[in-house]
């Protein structure tokens, strides 16, 4: 942890957007906004008896957002002055943060941190070196150095179902790991494009800890009552399914803090 967290601040938001459906359920006396919610994200990074598998990159915010505690927030958060356009919206209050933004894929930033070292295979994963070297990848583009052993840092879209629901005690969790894609686009013309390689899929749901009275605020992830077990897989790049079988089914504790920004 403490080299994640000496790295050099660097000033990109991530992708961080709540969109709430229109008709969807309201809480008491607090009506749910109809357009998109912008969300800040923190994870509790602990150490010791409490050694969570899923952490953030350390880099932090910038700027006028650097005063915040949070690991992650939206381009278009308030903090920042002028909002500047989200790079993606997800509905049916599902919070969605993508570490590489669509305007910008060549321009990596942050990351999240995955640590495959309590799993039940023998053998560490490391995606982040396959992700180094693979057909089709577009070399220009860097991404966090791989370093031996099982933590990766990885580019990724992570989306939890519906943790803002006001009835909701749970939540699943999916993570989707990216590589830099190089494509064609004809008339010798090409792109970078993030493609999905890798699933990371938690068995169970997730529990809602905690919320705030105002609903604005939720915690996932319960230690000593979800089993926090995930099973990678390798995505085939020409369906977009799982191949069977897994890589592995690791134990992937985290507990992640999101709220939401109270609509101006």
């Not at 942890?1 to 991530?14: E, P, S, Y």
């Not at 010791?48 to 650097?66: E, Q």
Request: glycine share 6%; with cysteine.
């Amino acid at each position: 942890m403490d080299n994640r967290k000496t790295i050099l601040m660097i000033g990109l938001a991530l992708t961080a957007v709540l969109c709430l459906a229109a008709g969807s359920a309201q809480a008491k006396g607090k009506p749910q906004p109809s357009e998109d919610t912008v969300v800040r994200a923190e994870f509790r990074d602990a150490d010791n008896d409490l050694t969570d598998r899923i952490t953030s990159d350390g880099v932090g915010l910038s700027g006028s957002c650097a005063t915040l505690i949070y690991d992650y927030v939206d381009r278009n958060d308030p903090c920042y002055g002028t909002p500047a356009d989200p790079q993606a919206t997800i509905s049916y209050k599902d919070y969605f943060l993508r570490t590489v933004t669509n305007k910008l894929p060549t321009q990596v930033d942050r990351w999240l941190v995955l640590d495959f070292s309590d799993g039940d295979v023998d053998d560490c994963p490391d995606l982040d070196k396959k992700l180094w070297d693979y057909p089709g990848r577009d070399p220009d583009v860097w991404i966090p150095a791989w370093i031996e052993g099982c933590v990766d840092h990885l580019e990724v879209r992570f989306r939890a179902y519906g943790p803002f629901e006001p009835s909701a005690q749970d939540t699943e969790v999916h993570i989707i790991i990216d590589g830099p894609d190089l494509v064609d686009e004809g008339k010798r013309k090409e792109r970078t494009q993030w493609n999905a390689k890798f699933y990371l899929d938690f068995v169970n749901p997730l529990s809602i800890v905690e919320r705030s009275a105002d609903l604005d605020t939720v915690i996932i992830g319960k230690d000593g009552d979800d089993d926090f077990l995930a099973q990678l897989w390798t995505v085939n790049q020409r369906t977009g399914k799982r191949e069977y079988p897994p890589l592995g089914i690791y134990r992937m504790p985290f507990q992640l803090t999101l709220t939401r920004v109270p609509q101006q």
